[in-house]
C-alpha cells in the first residue's frame, strides 16, 4: 500500500486531528468531498433501512476525526472504545467543525453548525440524539431527534452535520448494530487527549504514557517507552500480539510514540510477515506479524 503523503505531512494534520490548538477565529473553506468515492462500493456493509428506537440501536460516541491514511480523507471515528471504530467519511468543513466543539474553541462570529444549534434552542428545541441509520448506494443516511413542545420530530440529516450538531449539544449518538457488524478495515491517524493514535495492518496503538503510568500494571508495567496497542485485528492476535501489550520495536526500527509505528510499518508496506517486539506483563518478546491480507478499503 502507497501512502499519499510522507509523515511529516501526516503531522501537519495536526491541526484537524487536536494535536495543536485549532485557531479560534480560522475559516473554513466552502469546498466539500463527495459523501463515498467508489472504493467504499466494494465495503462489506450492507444496506439497512429507515431510524429505529435507540433500545434498538448502539450508542457510541465520536472520540474524534481523524485522516484516512490512503485517500487523506477526513473522517469521524465512532466508537465506545478502540476495539470497533466505524470510520465516517466526511468533508472538510464538517471535519474542522467537529474538531473544534471536541477541543471547545469558540469562534468570534457562529459558524453554521453554531447557527444551527441556536435556531434550533430559540425556537425551543433541544436536539435529544442523532441516529446514523443505514448505508443506502455507498451513503450513510442519519435521523436528527428533536424534542419540541409537540413532541419529539425526527429530521433527515447527512451524519457528518448530525455529529457536528452532537459534539456542540451533547446528544446521544446511536448508530444501527448493522453498521457496527461488517466494518470496512480503513487505515487512520487520529488523536485522542492531545496523544496520536494509528491504526494500520489492523493494529491500533496509542501512547503509553496516559494508562500504563496511572494503573502501574498490566502490560505496559515495566514498559517506558513504546506503543500501547488499543486493537489487534483476530489474525493479528492470533500471532500473539493482543490489546495492553506494548510494541518497542517494528523491525529493526524504535517505536517510541505512535508516528514512529506508522513510519515503521510504513517501511514494510512491501514485506511479508514483519518481526515486531512487544512487551507483556514485563516481559518482552519477538513475534511475526501475518502478511497482508490486501489492500485497505477506503472511502469518504
Not at 447527512?158 to 487505515?187: G, H, K, M, Q, Y
Not at 500504563?212 to 517507552?225: D, E, I, P, V
Not at 492476535?237 to 526500527?253: F, H, N, P, S
Amino acid at each position: 500500500m502507497m501512502y499519499p503523503y510522507p509523515t511529516a505531512a501526516l503531522v501537519a494534520s495536526a491541526l484537524l486531528l487536536g494535536l495543536a490548538p485549532l485557531p479560534g477565529a480560522a475559516q473554513v473553506g466552502p469546498g466539500e468531498r463527495p459523501t463515498t468515492p467508489a472504493e467504499i462500493r466494494s465495503s462489506p456493509l450492507e444496506e439497512s433501512s429507515g431510524p429505529q428506537e435507540s433500545r434498538q440501536l448502539v450508542q457510541v460516541e465520536v472520540a474524534s476525526v481523524g485522516v484516512d491514511l490512503a485517500s487523506a480523507a477526513p473522517l469521524a471515528l465512532l466508537h465506545s472504545d478502540w476495539e470497533n471504530v466505524l470510520p465516517i467519511w466526511i468533508g472538510d468543513a464538517e471535519a474542522v467543525a467537529i474538531a473544534r466543539a471536541l477541543q471547545g474553541v469558540s469562534v468570534p462570529r457562529p459558524m453554521t453548525h453554531d447557527l444551527l444549534v441556536g435556531v434550533m434552542e430559540t425556537l425551543g428545541g433541544t436536539l435529544e440524539e442523532i441516529q446514523i441509520t443505514e448505508i443506502r448506494e455507498a451513503t450513510f443516511y442519519g435521523v436528527l431527534r428533536i424534542r419540541t413542545a409537540g413532541g419529539i420530530r425526527e429530521v433527515d440529516t447527512r451524519p457528518s452535520d448530525a455529529l457536528a450538531l452532537a459534539v456542540r449539544t451533547r446528544a446521544r449518538i446511536f448508530v444501527a448494530p448493522e453498521l457496527l457488524e461488517n466494518i470496512p478495515e480503513v487505515e487512520f491517524l487520529s488523536a485522542e487527549g492531545g496523544n496520536p493514535i494509528v491504526r494500520v495492518r489492523g493494529i491500533t496503538v496509542g501512547a503509553i504514557e496516559g494508562e500504563s503510568r496511572r494503573s502501574g500494571s498490566g502490560a505496559a508495567a515495566g514498559a517506558t517507552q513504546g506503543v500501547r496497542v488499543l486493537h489487534a485485528a483476530s489474525e493479528v492476535e492470533a500471532r500473539g500480539l493482543q490489546r495492553g501489550d506494548v510494541v518497542t520495536r517494528v523491525a529493526d526500527r524504535a517505536t517510541r510514540q505512535p508516528l514512529d509505528f506508522l513510519e515503521a510499518m510504513r517501511d514494510q508496506r512491501d514485506a511479508g510477515a514483519i518481526q515486531v517486539t512487544r512487551i507483556r506483563d514485563g516481559a518482552e518478546d519477538t513475534i511475526q506479524l501475518p502478511p497482508r491480507r490486501g489492500p485497505a478499503r477506503t472511502g469518504q
